[in-house]
């Protein structure tokens, strides 16, 4: 079997409205992570469809995710970058998976909850089943670290709980094929930084999201200097200024927020914005974010554009990174199909 000693996977859903929030707690650090890992960064398409998606618009968005791992600094030529349903054992595990899984464990999921919302009776039993393929997604590479935003760590515990009852279902039909006791490793989630949690600019206590109604709520990461000007100018905050420790960030999170956002981006902390701007007001403050917003993204946004104005480019990029994720796939699919006993070709 191929090491998977450090291996990073992650992905992000082509659902549209790429934002800040998907940048600051997952993208930037894709970027970050290649300099010490073998990096497999994929756009879940078949997470998409877990709710309705416009076929045309889907096909589109998944270019441009991939688009944005290129132009945010991902070596498409050094990592793997393609999308999700080009490599068929993702699957082909995932029901493996589904099968090993329990439903108390799923019914606990607070992102199916909040995303099913009251109409439960109508969610796709694919939104249900989501968190299974997304343990199929980092287990068939049989992954080691996975950056994410906060959000998601509670898929992630779950994939870990996954992989453990697989190896310990099947560990007498581990040993018998010769394979590594823990034949799944423990995936780790790497959650670190001042922004895993980027929140709304209209409502500190809610998640920046593609799928909030509200455009002024995100910093799109297609949105022009003037856009994101507005938006940050515009973004809700309370009548004081700035604290000067970081106790005062306390029962302000909108000002925690821009703080975070401020230190992401400058590659910094919360304590080194405070000690730049603490006591200050937040119109002052505003400008220095949109200065620095708008000159880390507009190169990114910039580069989109190019990239997605060649999508013969990105097709090929996508093409030769399916390719090489799967021949690492399929190599845990035929030890997963000797370890549960189905017969082979
Ligand atoms: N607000 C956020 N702050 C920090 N990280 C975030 N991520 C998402 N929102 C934030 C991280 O971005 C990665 C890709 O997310 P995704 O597209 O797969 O799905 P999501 O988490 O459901 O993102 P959205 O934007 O909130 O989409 P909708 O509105 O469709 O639900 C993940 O690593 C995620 O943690």
């Known amino acids: 079997m191929t090491s998977a000693s450090q291996r990073v996977f ?11 929030g998907n940048y600051l707690g997952a993208i930037k650090r894709f970027v970050e992570l290649q300099e010490g890992y073998d990096c ?34 991902v070596d498409g030529s050094k990592q793997i970058v393609f999308n999700q349903s080009q ?26 909850k909040e995303k099913a919302g009251k109409d439960r009776e109508n969610a796709s039993v694919g939104l249900y089943a989501y968190p299974n393929l997304m343990a199929a997604d980092i287990l068939v590479y049989r992954a080691t670290h996975v950056p994410v935003g906060e959000d998601q760590k509670q898929h992630l515990e779950l994939a870990r709980d996954i992989a453990q009852k697989f190896n310990n279902d099947f560990a007498t039909s581990i040993a018998a094929n010769g394979l590594p006791e823990k034949f799944f490793p423990q995936p780790q989630p790497l959650i670190a930084g001042p922004a895993t949690r980027v929140m709304s600019l209209r409502d500190g206590a809610k998640k920046m999201s593609k799928s909030d109604p509200s455009d002024a709520s995100r910093i799109n990461l297609t949105d022009s200097a003037d856009q994101i000007a507005n938006k940050i100018r515009r973004a809700k905050t309370d ?66 554009t190019r990239l997605v104005a ?7 990029v996508l093409g030769d990174g399916a390719a090489r994720a799967e021949a690492i796939a399929a190599e845990t699919m035929t030890a997963v199909k000797d370890i549960v006993g189905f017969v082979r070709r």
């Not at 060649?310 to 090929?316: A, C, F, K, L, S």
């Open 10 to 20: 992650s992905g992000v859903q082509p659902t549209g409205n790429l934002h800040l």
């Open 40 to 73: 497999i960064y994929c756009v879940v398409d078949m997470h998409a469809i877990t709710v309705w998606q416009d076929p045309v618009e889907l096909k589109k968005s998944i270019r441009e995710v991939a688009a944005a791992f290129l132009a945010a600094g």
């Open 87 to 112: 490599v068929p054992q993702h699957a082909e595990l995932a029901w493996v998976l589904n099968c090993v899984a329990r439903l108390g464990w799923l019914n606990r999921m607070t992102q199916f």
């Open 239 to 304: 009548p004081l200024p700035l604290p000067e420790s970081l106790d005062g960030l306390k029962e302000r999170p909108e000002a925690d927020n821009l703080i975070g956002i401020y230190a992401a981006l400058a590659d910094t902390d919360a304590q080194g914005v405070i000690d730049e701007f603490g006591g200050g007001q937040f119109s002052q403050f505003k400008q220095a974010l949109v200065d620095l917003t708008v000159a880390k993204l507009g190169p990114i946004n910039a580069e989109m």
């Open 310 to 316: 060649d999508p013969g480019h990105i097709d090929r």
